[in-house]
């Protein structure tokens, strides 16, 4: 049940100039946590309770209150949080359920794993997140869930989507899985809808150390019913009484989590100053800046900016040390695997407009004033400013 994610291990390889500043930088923060993670993992280890042990009930514990939700239910990465919360809420064939074409592939993976209907509906040009206006034109008598993706770390418009999911008893899923720590009207995203899906896979705000997921809601029937999605449907050993899967959190990426989540706040405020300190730097460009929606607390898992001379600069960044990664180059409804559903060019046009002009710029706590400015300084450059 992994995504395929061959794609998303950061080692940039390049023969070009050495790196300034590298896209990403994991093995800082391991450097910062070594001895507290390795004393983590001894535990675990020696303690022997290796699946579903002590640090997963704790962890499930920390992220619900962390969250502002009353259950959580860790499973074995984002994705399958989003497949369990579908099959949760007993989406099946016959079922439509809306989602976004620029994001990650996982929302519309699990929909089809349901075997119901991928509908997408199209983003807003600024904050590249899911447009309520375009999922009213999108919602049918079939309509059973909509998943808004909070992207790069801020929350889609919740209130207009619960507005008209609400009366025609829609379940609203959210993937959170780029906005962990973020708030909408002071409400910590996942607590908001029906369920809420975090990744922690390791690029994430909060990443483990391989992969890890967790299903968070206020409603202790789909609780006890994940919980027992993950361990083959069963409650009692050897007694199945759903359909399930075998999709648990590890225990030792729940102790190393835990390690963690203390921090996430603290990473959290540190990737919104740099945000800042680029944006600052960024002033009269020719580029569009990330801009944060009214309502939302922005935790920036993702800075990008726009611009039409998008490629153009990207390759003048990596000669200068600064690689780069573009996403998402190519909106799901242009993906092949999703040929089948029909849609063509043109059919969702902010999603394409945005493909094309995005580029995601380093973005991680760790980085450094310089680091950030010498990245502003490049792109002041090719502009001639
Ligand atoms: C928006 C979004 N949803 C879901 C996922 C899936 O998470 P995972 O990689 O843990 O399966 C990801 C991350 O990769 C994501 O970015």
Not at 14 to 19: D, I
Not at 31 to 38: Q, W, Y
Not at 274 to 289: C, H, T, V
């Given at each position: ?8 291990h950061?080692t940039?390889?390049?023969?070009q ?6 896209f990403?930088n994991l ?18 280890l020696?303690g ?17 209150t ?7 239910i ?16 007993e ?29 997408f509906?199209d ?5 590249f997140?899911?447009?309520p ?8 008598a ?9 992207l ?7 209130d207009e ?15 959170c ?6 708030t909408?009207?002071g409400?910590?995203v996942?607590?908001?809808g ?8 390791p ?17 202790e ?10 361990v ?8 199945h ?18 390690v ?12 919104a100053?740099?945000?800042a ?5 960024f002033?009269?460009?020719?580029i569009?800046?990330p ?5 939302n ?10 611009s ?22 190519q ?12 849609y063509?060019?043109?059919?969702f046009p902010?999603a ?7 580029l ?15 990245v ?10």
């Amino acid at each position: 049940m992994r995504a395929h994610k061959s794609e998303r291990h950061f080692t940039i390889q390049t023969s070009q100039p050495p790196v300034q500043v590298p896209f990403l930088n994991l093995a800082a923060q391991y450097a910062a946590l070594k001895d507290e993670t390795l004393q983590a993992v001894e535990k675990v280890l020696a303690g022997a309770h290796y699946i579903l042990g002590p640090n997963v009930a704790a962890f499930e514990q920390e992220i619900a209150t962390y969250t502002g939700a009353r259950f959580g239910i860790g499973v074995n990465s984002g994705s399958d949080a989003l497949t369990l919360a579908l099959r949760a809420l007993e989406i099946g064939p016959g079922d439509e359920v809306i989602t976004t074409p620029f994001t990650y592939i996982a929302p519309a993976e699990s929909i089809h794993q349901m075997g119901a209907k991928i509908v997408f509906a199209d983003i807003n040009p600024r904050t590249f997140l899911i447009d309520p206006q375009a999922v009213a034109k999108k919602t049918s008598a079939r309509t059973k869930a909509i998943i808004p993706v909070h992207l790069f770390g801020q929350a889609a418009s919740m209130d207009e989507l619960q507005a008209l999911a609400k009366p025609r008893g829609i379940h609203l899923v959210e993937d959170c899985a780029q906005a962990v720590g973020s708030t909408y009207l002071g409400r910590g995203v996942g607590s908001i809808g029906r369920l809420g899906c975090f990744s922690f896979y390791p690029t994430k705000n909060l990443g483990a150390d391989g992969d890890g997921g967790m299903v968070v809601t206020n409603d202790e029937a789909l609780a006890k019913k994940l919980k027992m999605l993950r361990v083959h449907g069963i409650e009692r050993r050897y007694y199945h009484d759903l359909h399930g899967y075998n999709s648990r959190l590890d225990e030792l990426q729940a102790a190393i989590l835990r390690v963690k989540l203390p921090r996430l706040n603290g990473w959290n405020a540190r990737r919104a100053t740099i945000a800042a300190r680029y944006s600052a730097g960024f002033a009269g460009l020719p580029i569009e800046l990330p801009v944060t929606a009214p309502g939302n607390s922005h935790v920036f898992h993702v800075y990008a900016i726009l611009s039409d001379l998008r490629d153009e600069l990207q390759k003048f960044l990596t000669d200068r040390g600064v690689p780069t990664l573009i996403y998402y180059p190519q909106p799901l409804h242009r993906q092949k695997v999703y040929e089948d559903l029909g849609y063509s060019e043109g059919d969702f046009p902010v999603a394409e407009a945005v493909s094309r002009r995005i580029l995601p710029l380093p973005m991680y706590p760790e980085l450094t004033d310089e680091q950030v400015d010498y990245v502003a300084t490049r792109v002041r450059e090719f502009f001639g400013k």
